[in-house]
Nanobody
């Protein structure tokens, strides 16, 4: 059974920084895409950033230049460094990973349980 556990959320003042981590555990053969989504109250879940196994990154326009996604494939972990935080960044942040748990099978998407990030003005 695969489990994704997030950490690093919390309360921070506008202009501050936080670093989120998400570690995958369990029976994992291969991880392809890693990323972060977020969901604010009353809004749909939206993409924040993704990173491929090859290190190619993609960011939402709203976080470009402020957030940095990285991964440690040896540790099955993805990070999100968030700088210059704004009140509109307040949301529950979810990590995702697409992975194979058995060789030669399809990649499936797994989600973390979410971690709250609150930015006060």
């Amino acid at each position: 059974q695969v489990q994704l556990v997030e950490s690093g959320g919390g309360l921070v003042q506008a202009g501050g920084s936080l670093r989120l981590s998400c570690a995958a555990s369990g029976s994992i053969f291969s991880i392809n895409l890693m990323g972060w989504y977020r969901q604010a109250p009353g809004k749909q879940r939206e993409l924040v950033a993704t990173i491929t196994r090859g290190g190619f990154t993609n960011y939402a326009d709203s976080v470009k230049g402020r957030f940095t996604i990285s991964r440690d494939s040896a540790k099955n972990t993805v990070y999100l460094q968030m700088n210059s935080l704004k009140p509109e960044d307040t949301a529950v942040y979810y990590c995702l990973m697409t992975m194979q748990v058995v060789p030669a099978t399809s990649f499936n998407t797994y989600w973390g349980q979410g971690t709250q990030v609150t930015v006060s003005s």
